[in-house]
């Protein structure tokens, strides 16, 4: 365990907190602003207490999701000093733009939306949650757009600095802002959030349906969810399509070893069942295959040429057996998503929807599923995309810091993981607590937020 191999545990295991925060903040920000819109729309009083009700979900997972996606970017500094130094001028330009503009926009109107009610014009206020929505979806684009440029690297030129050491310079902020990767990256990401806060409001409305509490509340809650839900997943599955297209292009080690391809070939079957063997270089099972599948999902061409992980030298491929499995498992829970959100769509039309007790209880132990399956995606993205911190152009094992020790490593990473550990913690505590608690219970003094009536 030296200090490379620490490091990358500190900074996945950070980053896999701080995305527990992220995806719900997306999608639940995005809902609550439909609530109070409609609220605004038809004066009916229980789009309004499904905005506050929600918000107040919303409010504690972001307010302890700033907390954990603060301390992230200290780690550029610390940690990977070297990878800093190396790409700092382009990387630090998207997070700079993500600090001063969305995350500004989303903390100032935030505060308007928690205290302005009856303070503004409903209209106003209605804004406030909109414009804290557009923040956050902003904010996560300026970062994808970031992780695109180290998943394919444009618009730079490497050169030598007063010292005599290479770093990379940006010449083409343009080629940054239209990578295509960060893009598909964006709305495969933010597509999964929605889906995240979908199936976390069906959820908590299927918990309150069975027991009888506010049904015709938490009804439409839930229909309002699964509608945003099932296009949400449908919308997954197109990005996510685009995304292994883009993969195919400039990361082909990345799809061979989502794949488990071995050697190079056209019309590249997907067998449904497929257990792969490093250490052989081979497939060590092979079952039930439909033939071309894989060329024709990567190339959109069933006779398209899939490179195979023997085309790599040993050190340029990526860990085969997380990168695949990750990538099976993720595929397998967004159809099983899509499918369930589906079914709610469906059933929620019914008069009788709550006495479907089987399905509201899968839907209830549903609500983890997004959030696997989101961080299972970024296992695929970053574990597939190793042994490149920025690919093809530096190595994860060269960007980190020549100057911490094991011992100081070791030490920062206990401290985040109790620190994480205990916020994500605190964080399911509160939202159970008040989930529980329903539109009409006291909620305890977080905050308070009364409606203006009429």
């Not at 995005?30 to 409609?38: D, G, P, S």
């Not at 990401?189 to 995240?196: A, I, K, L």
């Not at 695929?380 to 190793?386: I, L, S, T």
């Not at 020549?402 to 920062?412: D, F, H, K, L, P």
């Amino acid at each position: 365990m030296d200090v490379l191999t620490l490091s990358r545990w500190q900074f996945a295991i950070t980053c896999m907190f701080h995305f527990i925060f992220v995806p719900l903040t997306l999608g639940l920000s995005i809902l609550t602003a439909y609530f109070e819109t409609r609220w605004v729309q038809t004066n009916d009083e229980t789009w309004l207490r499904m905005a506050k009700f929600w918000g107040k979900l919303f409010l504690i997972n972001f307010s302890l999701g700033v907390v954990t996606g603060i301390t992230m970017e200290f780690q550029f500094g610390m940690n990977w000093a070297e990878y800093s130094r190396y790409v700092g001028d382009i990387f630090g330009a998207p997070l700079a733009i993500e600090a001063t503009v969305a995350f500004f926009l989303e903390s100032v109107f935030i505060g308007v939306w928690i205290f302005g009610w009856d303070r503004i014009s409903k209209k106003a206020h209605a804004l406030s949650i909109w414009l804290v929505a557009l923040g956050t979806n902003l904010s996560a684009l300026w970062i994808l757009l970031a992780n695109g440029w180290m998943q394919h690297p444009v618009g730079y030129h490497l050169v030598t600095d007063a010292m005599g050491q290479i770093r990379a310079e940006m010449i083409d902020f343009g080629a940054l802002l239209t990578n295509a990767n960060g893009w598909y990256k964006f709305f495969h990401t933010v597509t999964s959030g929605y889906v995240v806060a979908a199936f976390f409001v069906m959820g908590i409305s299927a918990w309150h349906l069975l027991r009888k509490s506010n049904p015709d509340f938490f009804k439409r809650s839930f229909r309002t969810a699964a509608i945003f839900g099932l296009a949400s997943t449908i919308a997954v599955v197109a990005t996510g399509d685009f995304s292994a297209i883009d993969v195919a292009k400039h990361q082909p080690a990345k799809l061979a070893a989502m794949e488990s391809v071995w050697d190079t070939q056209k019309g590249v079957d997907f067998f449904l069942l497929l257990v792969p063997d490093s250490d052989a270089e081979r497939n060590s099972i092979e079952a039930i295959g439909l033939p071309k599948m894989v060329s024709l999902l990567a190339f959109h061409n069933p006779d398209g040429e899939v490179k195979g992980l023997k085309d790599f030298p040993r050190d340029l491929r990526p860990p085969v057996a997380p990168t695949f499995w990750s990538f099976r498992v993720m595929v397998a829970l967004g159809f099983y998503m899509m499918l369930m959100a589906a079914i709610g769509v469906w059933l929620s039309k019914k008069p009788d929807f709550a006495d479907y007790g089987l399905f509201l209880k899968i839907m209830l132990f549903s609500i983890p599923v997004p959030y696997l399956a989101g961080q299972l995606g970024w296992v695929v993205a970053e574990v597939g995309r190793q042994p490149w911190i920025v690919y093809g152009v530096l190595k994860t094992a060269d960007g980190v810091s020549r100057s911490i020790s094991t011992g100081q490593v070791v030490g920062s990473l206990l401290g985040f993981t109790l620190f994480y550990g205990s916020l994500g913690v605190l964080d399911v505590y509160l939202l159970t607590k008040f989930a529980k608690k329903g539109p009409d219970g006291d909620i305890g003094g977080f905050i308070k937020m009364e409606g203006r009536r009429g």
